[in-house]
């Protein structure tokens, strides 16, 4: 008696789950030795994949940074609560995440390239601060110059204390930020 055939696979390697495999080597690579040694060639063996895989989702190191900075993230939890609740619970999820292996690195890293880079820079603005943004303007009702100087001032604040000490702000450190924000965004 004859086997059921299971259906024909397209040739190749499967795709599922390829970029998360990506995302996690990546930043694993870039937690271990650095944002500047992170190449792609060494995400691609970290990741067990071929450098053309990496290159056919994404540009660059910048471009595929920053996808891992967005997946990292995700939605920022910015419902309920009084508007006061709302930006101090912001504050503490980036801080939190900005905390989390290879999330600080990769995000000081990526910056600092896109100051040279204009085309990283869109990338940038466009895929990771733009929904952030725009999600922080509707949940506050605030115009989008005062969003951005929030998330200047808190982004800014926490990668500038991770570059100073290579460490995350402490719990008390983002107390503090949190008070000096919440004086300046609610009055």
């Not at 694993?28 to 992170?38: P, S």
């Not at 910015?78 to 503490?92: D, K, V």
Request: net charge negative; proline share 7%.
């Amino acid at each position: 008696m004859a086997s059921p055939t299971s259906p024909a696979r397209p040739p190749g390697r499967p795709r599922s789950g390829v970029d998360g495999t990506v995302f996690a080597a990546a930043l694993r690579t870039v937690h271990e030795l650095g944002y500047a040694h992170a190449t792609v060639d060494r995400i691609a063996a970290a990741a067990g994949v071929a450098k053309t895989t990496i290159y056919r989702r994404w540009p660059s190191k910048g471009a595929l940074i920053t996808a891992c900075l967005v997946d990292a993230f995700g939605p920022a939890p910015l419902e309920g609560g009084s508007r006061e609740e709302m930006l101090a619970g912001a504050i503490r999820w980036i801080a939190g995440k900005v905390g989390e292996p290879g999330i600080g690195a990769a995000f000081a890293g990526v910056f600092t390239d896109a100051v040279n880079d204009p085309a990283l820079r869109e990338i940038l603005s466009t895929r990771l601060q733009d929904p952030y943004r725009l999600a922080l303007q509707e949940a506050l009702g605030e115009p989008e110059r005062r969003v951005l100087f929030f998330i200047d001032v808190v982004v800014g604040t926490l990668l500038h204390r991770m570059g100073m000490t290579g460490e995350p702000m402490v719990d008390a450190d983002v107390d503090t930020l949190v008070e000096m924000v919440l004086r300046t965004m609610t009055s």
